[in-house]
């Protein structure tokens, strides 16, 4: 976070998404469904485990056939390792054709996941990073037992609030009175993800895929289908819904700023978040007006990670507020901004 990087062009990049949902919620189902699509046939896929359902495609490569979940939910240091060889070797195959030619790699967790370690994969591997770019992040919710899940378990919680996109499975065996309850509860927890239904799978692939800043179909950047932050418009948006319910301590918001940032106290307003809450930013996506700079900033954070700020070419929207998104756990908005406030007058005071 000290100097603006620009990244390689967006058509050398292999569009990357990750697949996460909990035990039983559809995951395989849904894939299976995806790759008959036309759409999706220059598509790999990575699993970390293999379902019920098995998989008939000619791009399916495990991570590791011993990859394991430790028992507190995250995935250990060497299967992250496992992860990045994956993608090495797999892109290396493409290279001398062992594979056919791929556009799209979709990395399917283990049910028990949290999705921040393949999230940091591929923002901090260099190799990784100069060669896929994260598309987004997608959560099946199994639309018949989430509730339980949802109360039980915190995978399931942390999988839902993290996701650009959320699809409810098993529609055809629940009430429509309990989903709509449900996408409420979802919506109130991720107010910036879009939410879709599949009975069997049955979605068409561009409801979930090309979240990112940059569109496959058009060439072109997407900021606003990217950050999303008129979802967050009601800042009070998750005390409307009984969401604190599943877990309470996570909350979404969106810090808004007419004014330019100075971007030494910006960085150090980050860095400090990062020292000091870090295992609380669950997922932090922005889009910044630095004072000096003509072009917006982009950001893209997960827990004491991030992602070389982008410059972007333009404002997509003629808004040139600040506008930065934060999925928190234990973290309260007014602790993020009295942080940046501290460091813009330590700043002020320092000149």
């Known amino acids: 976070m000290t100097e603006t990087h620009t990244p390689p062009e967006p058509e050398e990049l292999v569009q990357t998404s990750l697949l996460t949902g909990f035990l039983g919620s559809g995951k395989t189902t849904l894939i299976n469904a995806l790759l008959k699509h036309p759409e999706m046939s220059e598509t790999a896929v990575l699993v970390n485990e293999f379902g019920e359902i098995g998989l008939d495609h000619h791009l399916i490569e495990q991570i590791d056939e011993d990859t394991v979940l430790l028992n507190a939910g995250c995935l250990c240091c060497t299967v992250r390792d496992d992860l990045a060889r994956a993608l090495r070797e797999l892109f290396i195959k493409r290279v001398k054709g062992d594979v056919p030619p791929f556009t799209r790699v979709v990395i399917e967790t283990t049910g028990l996941a949290d999705p921040a370690p393949v999230i940091h994969t591929l923002m901090t591997d260099r190799v990784i990073a100069n060669r896929f770019a994260l598309d987004g992040v997608v959560a099946t919710i199994d639309g018949v037992n989430a509730e339980i899940q949802l109360d039980r378990h915190r995978e399931s919680v942390k999988q839902a609030a993290v996701a650009d996109r959320i699809v409810i499975t098993k529609g055809d065996l ?103 809450h870090g295992e609380k930013l669950l997922r932090i996506k922005g889009i910044v007006n630095v004072a000096g700079q003509d072009k917006p900033i982009a950001i893209h954070g997960v827990q004491h990670l991030f992602h070389d700020p982008a410059r972007l070419p333009d404002w997509p929207d003629g808004d040139t507020r600040s506008r930065i998104v934060f999925i928190t756990r234990d973290l309260p908005r007014e602790t993020v901004e009295r942080l940046l406030e501290d460091m813009k007058a330590g700043m002020a005071r320092e000149s």
């Open 174 to 276: 629940a009430e429509d009175d309990s989903l709509d309850a449900l996408e409420d509860s979802l919506r109130a927890l991720n107010p910036g993800a879009s939410i879709v239904r599949a009975e069997f799978g049955a979605i068409h692939p561009d409801a979930l895929f090309d979240t990112g800043l940059y569109d496959p179909s058009t060439k072109s950047l997407d900021v606003q289908r990217w950050l999303r932050d008129e979802a967050y418009a009601d800042d009070d948006h998750h005390h409307h819904h009984d969401v604190n319910r599943h877990d309470d301590s996570i909350r979404a918001y969106c810090l808004r700023y007419d004014e330019p940032l100075p971007w030494e106290p910006f960085v150090g307003w980050i860095r400090t978040l990062i020292a000091t």
